[in-house]
């Protein structure tokens, strides 16, 4: 590693969504195993290391498309989308792996959430690189039934805890194309005197 390729890392890292995935060719869940494990990594407040990570993979797959999307069926009754329920079910059979990402809040009172909030988002980088840097693609996804109160019960978590989305990853088939951000001076001020 030098600076030059993390900068390559850091900066062509991008999102890839399911349509894009090869689909059947897992990936093996040893190198799965390696990109969480840098998320275990990331940095974090009073050790707290506010995170547990749940990995779908094999029939695991099945078992998050049907409960998801029956799920977002039960807890939709005046909003239903047959489109949202079919992509709940869809999604994570495209996936080679699917993450749930899920915040377990510190009980330390001097540590504010958001730096729980936080210490979530470095991990999440950390996937992201680690997915970029084995050459897949994968996403972030807070959609779904991310939000609903009653996703958190089949993770375990305590009411101060947070089920912050999912990770989707797998082998690709179409690289994404077009990123762009705002210029560094737009972004950025220096203070030099
Ligand atoms: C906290 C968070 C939540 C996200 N949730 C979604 C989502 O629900 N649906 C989606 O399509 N993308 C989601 N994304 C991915 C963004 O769409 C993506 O990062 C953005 O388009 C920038 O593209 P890039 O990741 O390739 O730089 C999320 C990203 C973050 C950081």
């Given at each position: 590693?030098n600076?030059?390729?993390?900068?390559?890392?850091?900066?062509?890292r991008r999102s890839?969504f399911?349509?894009?995935?090869?689909?059947g060719s897992?990936?093996?869940?040893?190198?799965v195993?390696?990109?969480v494990?840098?998320a275990l990594?990331?940095p974090?407040?009073?050790?707290?290391?506010?995170?547990?990570?749940t990995?779908f993979?094999?029939?695991?797959?099945?078992?998050?498309?049907?409960?998801?999307?029956?799920?977002?069926?039960?807890?939709?009754?005046d909003?239903?989308?047959?489109a949202t329920?079919?992509?709940?079910?869809?999604?994570?059979?495209?996936?080679?792996?699917?993450?749930?990402?899920?915040m377990?809040?510190t009980?330390?009172?001097?540590?504010?959430?958001w730096?729980?909030?936080?210490?979530?988002?470095?991990?999440?980088q950390?996937?992201?690189l680690?997915v970029?840097?084995?050459?897949?693609?994968?996403?972030?996804?807070?959609?779904?039934v991310?939000?609903?109160?009653?996703?958190?019960?089949?993770?375990?978590?305590?009411?101060d805890?947070?089920?912050?989305?999912?990770?989707l990853?797998?082998h690709?088939?179409?690289?994404?194309?077009?990123?762009?951000?705002?210029?560094?001076d737009?972004?950025?001020t220096?203070v030099?005197?």
């Open positions: 590693m600076p030059e390729s993390f900068n390559e890392l850091a900066r062509n890839t399911p349509d894009q995935f090869a689909e897992p990936v093996d869940d040893a190198i195993q390696e990109i494990t840098n990594w990331a974090n407040h009073g050790k707290a290391e506010p995170w547990h990570f990995i993979s094999g029939e695991g797959l099945k078992t998050l498309s049907t409960w998801q999307s029956e799920l977002y069926k039960e807890t939709t009754p909003n239903f989308k047959e329920y079919l992509k709940l079910q869809k999604q994570p059979l495209q996936a080679s792996h699917v993450i749930a990402l899920c377990k809040k009980p330390n009172k001097n540590i504010p959430e730096e729980d909030l936080a210490a979530m988002g470095a991990a999440v950390n996937i992201y680690g970029t840097a084995y050459g897949l693609g994968g996403y972030w996804t807070s959609g779904g991310t939000s609903r109160e009653k996703a958190k019960e089949y993770f375990n978590l305590g009411p805890d947070k089920l912050m989305g999912f990770f990853l797998g690709v088939a179409i690289p994404s194309t077009g990123a762009k951000r705002q210029p560094f737009e972004k950025v220096w030099r005197s």
